[in-house]
């Protein structure tokens, strides 16, 4: 999972394509927009999260001789076309959104400018990154949207789909506003907190509760959150807590990050019971931690219901974005430049299906904000090289819908264009921040948000629209395929 060579993670295709423009001596620079279509988990936004991975997979894109001999077994692939892959390396350039800025469907979040062959090649293993670690970057998001601030720890490493799931997952998940995860190589990697308490193994290894309880707390008194509903949550898992901290505290032991953990039964009725017990002991500050199979939704009614839950585990729904396993990516051919005059010449995908038409050419994105609350009014898919100046009116219209109309008025809304350099001519430009700060990133970018774009059910929808030039090309690239 650290730096290492991914270059045969990729789709056959990608691999045939390459050997077919070989052949033909086809290899013109071209555009390609990694986007996605619809937003998920019903959400009004996604995270853009794995930005980092494909950095180091660029870095790292080379064919080994092992590679090459693999590719040679499998009797698809000239001798010259192993040989042209043998001194392999990315000379092409990428734009990107950085990690933890708050994304909208049919935007470039990975623009690819490269000749066909390398921007082919890298296609499987851009979305394959991208795909996983925005879903659960956005997953995370909800989750901490729905704690109205307590603490959200990640721990579903031993469900997630594998080892690189499990441990870029938690990353994404930090980026989405997670204070800590439970995955050890995770914080190791990416210097992040990792947090935990104790199984239900560890009360069942001693000869009671009250003694699995006591020997925690001696070992680890600065965080000593105990698991109290192995045998009975309220008639026993809680009270003996209570006398180990009652004893913590007559011992003159400073009881800092201390309190319990529900991992079943009904989490409100619980929480709200062991509180009382545990204010009348004098231990109102303990911390009621819960766990669970939580969710968004299921924290979201445990908190109309008035739970006293201040801290939460949440694993499985988190980790393996349960109820939308797919964030739905694509990979499109924008353009292509002319060998003659330079210049990229719009392609466009059309299709029945209206969401699945593409935008051409060669893109960037501005974001419009509400001067007076910085809210985002709306994202502007715009050709690179077009400018926008805040102190005249724009008009913004759905590209779809074209009746639908705003404008903004002078003065009234600030601009700031979202894509940047990644690599130029093969070379790296950017460097990715840490985890931590990104995550801070986030919290902002949540920030920007109106809070019906962020409810967990029926969102409103942040409107992206086109650019007026971009519309035309695209509106002359429709016609133009209906003309006799």
């Known amino acids: 999972m650290e730096e290492r060579n991914l270059t045969l993670l990729t789709d056959l295709y990608e691999l045939t394509m390459m050997q077919g423009y070989f052949k033909n001596q086809t290899n013109e620079t071209v555009i390609f927009d990694a986007f996605y279509r619809t937003n998920p988990s019903g959400s009004g936004y996604a995270i853009a999260a794995g930005l980092d991975q494909v950095i180091d997979y660029i870095k790292n894109l080379h064919f080994s001789k092992e590679d090459i001999s693999y590719l040679k077994s499998l009797s698809l692939f000239e001798d010259d076309f192993l040989e042209y892959l043998s001194d392999f390396k ?100 990416f210097d992040v907190p990792v947090k935990g308490t104790h199984a239900h193994s560890w009360i069942m290894s001693f000869p009671d509760e009250y003694t699995a309880f006591k020997k925690y707390a001696e070992i680890y008194p600065d965080a000593c959150l105990l698991l109290v509903d192995t045998y009975d949550t309220l008639n026993s898992g809680v009270p003996n807590a209570i006398r180990v901290f009652t004893e913590m505290r007559e011992a003159g032991i400073p009881l800092t990050l201390y309190g319990i953990r529900l991992d079943s039964g009904d989490l409100a009725y619980l929480s709200k019971e062991a509180r009382k017990m545990l204010d009348e002991a004098g231990f109102s500050d303990a911390v009621i931690s819960a766990s669970s199979d939580l969710d968004e939704y299921l924290i979201d009614s445990l908190k109309t219901q008035g739970s006293a839950i201040t801290s939460w585990g949440v694993g499985t729904n988190l980790i393996t974005s349960k109820d939308c396993p797919a964030f739905g990516g694509v990979y499109k051919l924008a353009a292509i430049k002319d060998k003659h005059t330079g210049k990229f010449i719009p392609k466009i995908k059309l299709s029945e299906n209206t969401e699945k038409i593409t935008n051409p050419g060669n893109k960037t994105i501005f974001r419009l904000y509400e001067k007076e609350t910085g809210k985002i009014k709306a994202d502007l898919i715009a050709l690179v090289g077009e400018k926008f100046d805040s102190n005249y009116s724009l008009l913004i219209f759905d590209p779809i819908e074209t009746w639908k109309k705003t404008l903004l008025k002078p003065n009234t809304y600030t601009i700031r264009e979202l894509m940047i350099p990644i690599f130029i001519d093969g070379e790296c430009v950017y460097t990715s921040p840490k985890v931590m700060d990104i995550r801070k990133y986030c919290m902002q970018e949540l920030d920007t948000l109106w809070d019906e774009t962020r409810r967990l059910v029926n969102p409103h929808k942040v409107h992206v629209d086109l650019s007026n030039e971009l519309y035309q090309i695209k509106k002359q690239l429709l016609d133009s395929f209906h003309q006799s």
């Open 90 to 189: 990315f000379t092409g350039s990428i734009y990107a959104i950085p990690e933890g800025t708050v994304v909208f469907p049919r935007e470039p979040l990975v623009k690819v400018i490269a000749s066909a062959m390398e921007a082919q090649l890298v296609e499987t293993a851009i979305l394959n990154i991208i795909n996983h670690q925005s879903l659960i970057a956005t997953k995370a998001s909800r989750v901490v949207y729905a704690a109205q601030g307590d603490g959200v720890m990640e721990f579903g490493l031993r469900r997630a789909q594998g080892p690189d799931a499990g441990t870029w997952g938690a990353r994404a998940a930090m980026i989405g506003g997670c204070i800590g995860t439970s995955n050890v190589l995770a914080g190791q990697l």
